[in-house]
């Protein structure tokens, strides 16, 4: 009907995107701790886990309480096989 509608929207989410980019994993992480929003901290796991990043997909999960997804992270880290741990985290 042509109404606009005005809305906002945390740069924070685009901060990190930008640091991921420039592989600024720890960057990214720090600005999470300190946003404390759990969207935030999903995007960042859906993205470490995409890149293979467990440590930060291990944080991301532990700070959404995600406690299943989590032991089955620490359950990949545990495997021996480079290929192994590929394909889980495909």
């Known amino acids: 009907d ?3 509608i005005t809305t906002v929207i ?3 989410f685009e901060t990190i995107h930008e640091y991921l980019l420039s592989n600024k ?3 990214a992480l720090h600005l999470c701790r ?3 929003n759990p969207k935030v901290w999903a995007m960042l796991t859906v993205l470490a886990i995409q890149n293979m ?3 930060v997909a291990e944080a991301g999960l532990k700070a959404c309480r995600l406690v299943d997804k989590l032991f089955h ?3 990949i880290k545990s495997l021996k096989n480079e290929k192994e741990k590929r394909a889980e985290l495909r």
């Open 10 to 12: 945390s740069p924070v």
């Open 34 to 36: 300190f946003a404390e």
């Open 73 to 75: 992270l620490q359950y």
């Open 25 to 27: 994993w720890e960057k």
């Open 2 to 4: 042509g109404n606009k």
């Open 53 to 55: 990043n467990v440590e």
